[in-house]
């Protein structure tokens, strides 16, 4: 299987973007969607991002997914950042059956 | 909606075994992919296993000679078993629902296991 790294933190400025890179240690971005996570301190994760770019109902738009085939990444790109945006986001994807989680990253709204 | 709900003891001794139940309301576990995730205090999340309601089974390979995953359709719940436990195992542990490759929702609300004599 293959690993999928995230930056452990970035922070922002309210109304700015923030963009959240996953690498894909081996084979292709391309090959298996990629999923994003949202977790709020002490509450469980909620879905913002899956099939690698679509929003689930009740997702705001200013978040978006995106992949790379060059960098071998997959992108949550989150704009006009709110103060409720901070939290750990995490990329998933899978590979025969097993899913594989990144290792989150903290966004910080200054 | 379907409502996911976690339970089990919340302190288990070293080398001992592991024991967790996800009830499912709202919906029945006669169909979808039932999913154990773990988080440890502070860090990532962890994907432990699934099972299907066929009885058919997944396992991370980093857990998989300890864990066993079981699910009871007239109960309307599925269980997590993982043995030799040791601190390492100190966790979150969430059940969660996913319909193949699509995402997991719902999560439980999860429940802190805690190895420790």
């Known amino acids: 299987n293959f690993l999928l790294t995230q930056p452990h933190s970035v922070s922002e400025s309210p109304g700015k973007t923030v963009t959240i890179p996953c690498t894909r240690s081996?084979?292709?971005?391309?090959?298996?969607?990629v999923l994003w996570y949202q977790q709020r301190p002490g509450s469980s994760p909620t879905t913002v991002i899956y099939d690698d770019n679509q929003r689930p109902s009740g997702v705001p738009d200013r978040f978006s997914g995106s992949i790379d085939t060059s960098s071998n990444s997959a992108y949550l790109i989150v704009s006009g950042l709110r103060t409720e945006d901070e939290a750990d986001y995490y990329c998933q994807s899978y590979d025969s059956n097993h899913w594989i989680f990144g290792g989150g990253t903290k966004v910080t709204v200054l | 909606q379907v409502q996911l709900q976690e339970s089990g003891p919340g302190l288990v001794e070293p080398s001992e075994t592991l024991s967790l139940t996800c009830t499912v309301s709202g919906g029945s576990v006669n169909r979808y992919y039932w999913s154990w995730i773990r988080q440890a205090p502070g860090k990532g999340l962890e994907w432990l296993g699934f099972?299907?309601?066929?009885?058919?089974?997944n396992y991370n390979p980093s857990v998989e000679s300890r864990v066993t995953l079981s699910i009871d359709t007239s109960k309307n719940q599925f269980s997590l078993r993982m043995t030799s436990v040791t601190v390492a195992d100190t966790a979150i542990y969430y059940c969660?629902?996913?319909?193949?490759?699509?995402?997991?929702?719902?999560w439980g609300q999860g429940t802190l296991v805690t190895v420790s004599s």
């Open positions: 081996s084979g292709s971005i391309a090959s298996n969607y």
């Open positions: 969660a629902r996913h319909d193949g490759y699509d995402p997991f929702d719902p």
């Open positions: 099972i299907y309601h066929t009885g058919s089974t």
